[in-house]
């Protein structure tokens, strides 16, 4: 279909609620002169008024979600439909199969966003990933722990941000986190994602450091954007993600492996369109391994660190190429990035936060974004699903802006009541 | 004397209290000095002081707002001494008509009283314990006018509910700020106008609904300055709102505006209606 029919193409930008993203998101369209029709989950407050650049879009049930949007099309084509996240992969990628829009195969993206099917479809064509079982909610959990060779791994199908991750070094630690983890997927924001939300993966934890990958899949072949150190040890029990800095530092050959591997995940997945977002961990004996793998960009605010060319955003890569820019995306700034997802340290009521100016004061810190104002609940992993904040950092090399990233960390209180 | 001072929610007036009466009853605002020479020789006296814009004569308070820009270490020592000089000399706070018009019109029928006693025993202590409060600085046409701060602008709508169900005669809650703020020259343009009938008509009714509201702070150079308040503050999908239901209106409704440009402090909102998170299947 068609996408000219005289004036600015037409984007259909699909995010949640509840995304980090918006801002980002919106900005990078502004910046294309594209006009921007945003699809939402829950009804926007001003649909009535927005003379139609703003719709609610069903994603919790992916082919209705995707009639709603032919349906729009008709009226108007869309030169783009981008869905923000997992949650809006689906919907765009079949709305987009539907309009002749390029997308990656539906099945595809079903595949990513559950870690079962896509481990089974990664081992299956020889991609290293760890060792992996999956086990129903109503299991015997004491039956499955004694199946189980520690040190493991729990995690749930759906979820992300290593929400519900949890390292188990014994039966009765197993016995222990399987609970945590089934309580977390029967809570009401969880239970309404269907049949992945009701089961849950056991996998061999693998010792070592951990990396993530940002790249774009053109025409199926990966070009990767960013490779992201996570200086801080991921050894459990619970895996909060705090720094992530680029440009790696590991061996180029290394980086090569990395990035290798990842395009041999996507492919057996099936994946070969638009951002892709792999985190892999590095044995020590240099063994590297797919741990997860999603069809999307990084999320929260982490996309911020990263710029192309002469201040181009991930953001506005991602849209580029959705738009049809076949051209492989420009070359990253030169120096080094960071950012740190500020963890929730413990449960409760945040009061006040302190040291900010001081934060902010540290060089080589580009900004200081709090995400929790005082006066609501803290809920830490692994039952949490936010983040106090993020800090930005960007200097010359990757140790420079990590030591300012903990620096700047360290300034910050935050006065939690408990409760 | 001793004349206590306490902050507000907005950085930009500070509340002064005398420690006896200034009008008794009922408030009378002041944002320009003519009127104030008119109405109020110490609203005249503190408007004469260089940097304050705004002057609000409470039962037991006065409220002051400055210019953007001016310190309050300088303008306070400066009030204080106004307010102090003001009382000693035993000079009336209102013009005998004005004292009269507030006495017989104004409360005439107890509609102020009631008021603050609906607002001091059912409103103010849900305001308080949702980490609001509110300041009530009068009543004019059936519009109650509350100074709101914190978590307070997101139950405006509730609170004139309230009001509203107890007290027929009342019309509308609006916030004290506002109503001052839209008494200045730059938002009573022909255009600033038609920007705020937009505002009034089509935008903040309905985000009225998530706790929200938007404010027209001025209307420059064809552009208009607004700020998101309440449940907008800090939203998630503030971007959404802004660029696609606000900035859409009012463009379409007023097609010499050629910017909205968003003030707002999102970092601070209190009580934001969608929270950013990682969801279900969602970030990193």
Redesign the interface.
């Known amino acids: 279909m068609s996408a000219s029919t005289g004036g600015p193409p037409r984007l259909l930008l699909l995010?949640?609620?509840?995304?980090?993203r918006?801002?980002d998101f919106?900005?990078a369209a502004?910046r294309l002169g594209v006009a921007?029709v945003?699809g939402?989950d829950?009804r926007?407050?001003?649909?009535?008024?927005?003379?139609g650049?703003?719709v609610v879009i069903d994603f919790a049930d992916s082919d209705r979600g995707a009639a709603e949007i032919v349906a729009l099309a008709r009226e108007r084509p869309f030169a783009a439909v981008v869905g923000s996240?997992?949650?809006t992969a689906l919907v765009a990628a079949k709305a987009a199969a539907a309009l002749g829009l390029a997308h990656n195969p539906p099945e595809a993206i079903v595949a990513s966003?559950d870690k079962y099917r896509q481990r089974r479809l990664m081992s299956a064509a020889g991609v290293a990933v760890p060792g992996f079982r999956r086990l129903e909610l109503d299991d015997d959990p004491l039956a499955a722990a004694r199946a189980t060779r520690y040190p493991a791994v729990l995690k749930p199908l759906?979820?992300?941000?290593?929400?519900g991750v949890i390292r188990v070094d014994d039966a009765e630690s197993f016995v222990a986190a399987f609970a945590r983890v089934a309580a977390i997927l029967r809570g009401p924001?969880?239970a309404?994602?269907g049949a992945p939300?009701r089961h849950l993966l056991v996998e061999d934890f693998i010792p070592g450091r951990e990396v993530a990958l940002e790249a774009l899949l053109i025409d199926g072949r990966l070009a990767p954007l960013a490779l992201f150190d996570k200086p801080d040890p991921l050894d459990g029990p619970y895996f909060e993600?705090t720094l992530y800095v680029t440009p790696s530092r590991l061996p180029a050959p290394l980086q090569a492996r990395i990035s290798a591997t990842a395009a041999e995940a996507a492919a057996a997945i099936g994946l070969g369109e638009g951002p892709l977002?792999a985190e892999l961990r590095i044995d020590d004996e240099g063994g590297v391994w797919l741990i997860e793998l999603a069809a999307r960009s990084?999320?929260?605010l982490?996309g911020r660190t990263l710029r192309f060319g002469a201040g181009v955003g991930l953001e506005e890569v991602i849209l580029r190429r959705a738009l049809g820019e076949s051209t492989a995306p420009p070359a990253p700034e030169p120096g080094a990035s960071g950012v740190m997802?500020i963890p929730i340290p413990r449960a409760g009521v945040l009061r006040a936060v302190s040291g900010e100016a001081a934060a902010r004061a540290v060089p080589l810190i580009e900004d200081l974004?709090?995400?929790i104002?005082?006066?609501?609940r803290l809920v830490p992993l692994p039952e949490g699903?936010?983040?106090l904040g993020f800090l930005f950092a960007r200097g010359d090399d990757p140790a420079a802006v990590e030591a300012a990233l903990r620096a700047a960390h360290a300034y910050l209180d935050f006065e939690i009541e408990a409760g | 004397m001793f004349i206590q001072t306490e902050a507000t929610g907005d950085p930009e007036a500070l509340r002064f209290l005398p420690g006896r009466a200034v009008t008794g009853a009922g408030t009378r605002h002041f944002a320009d000095w003519a009127a104030a020479e008119a109405g109020s020789p110490l609203a005249a006296r503190l408007l004469a002081v260089e940097g304050v814009v705004a002057v609000a004569l409470g039962a037991e308070h006065i409220t002051v707002t400055r210019a953007g820009g001016v310190d309050w270490a300088v303008l306070k020592p400066a009030l204080l001494q106004e307010i102090a000089t003001h009382f000693a000399a035993g000079e009336p706070v209102l013009v005998a008509a004005l004292a009269d018009d507030d006495r017989a019109g104004q409360d005439d029928d107890g509609l102020v009283a009631k008021v603050a006693e609906l607002i001091d025993t059912r409103i103010q202590p849900a305001v308080a314990q949702s980490g609001g409060a509110i300041d009530f600085r009068g009543i004019e046409d059936g519009v109650v006018l509350l100074a709101l701060e914190g978590r307070a602008v997101a139950l405006k709508q509730g609170i004139e509910n309230m009001l509203r169900h107890y007290l027929p005669e009342i019309v509308a809650v609006r916030d004290y700020e506002e109503h001052v703020r839209l008494q200045s020259a730059s938002l009573n343009t022909p255009q600033a106008l038609a920007v705020r009938r937009v505002l009034d008509e089509d935008v903040n009714p309905a985000v009225s609904g998530h706790g929200g509201h938007i404010a027209l702070l001025d209307v420059s150079d064809n552009t208009a300055y607004i700020r998101l308040e309440g449940g907008c503050q800090g939203c998630g999908m503030a971007d959404v709102t802004l660029k696609q239901g606000v900035e859409a209106a009012i463009r379409r409704a007023v097609p010499s505006i050629v910017a909205v440009t968003d003030t707002t402090d999102h970092a601070g909102g209190a009580n934001p209606y969608y929270q950013p998170g990682k969801g279900g299947m969602s970030p990193i």
């Not at chain 1, 926007?44 to 003379?51: H, I, K, Q, R, T």
């Open positions: 995010i949640p609620t509840a995304s980090y918006v801002a919106m900005n502004a921007v945003v939402t829950r926007p407050v001003l649909e009535a008024v927005s003379g650049g703003a996240d997992d949650a966003t759906v979820l992300s941000a290593s929400r924001d969880v309404t994602l939300a993600e977002h990084i999320g929260g982490c997802m974004r709090l995400m104002a005082p006066g609501q699903n936010r983040y």
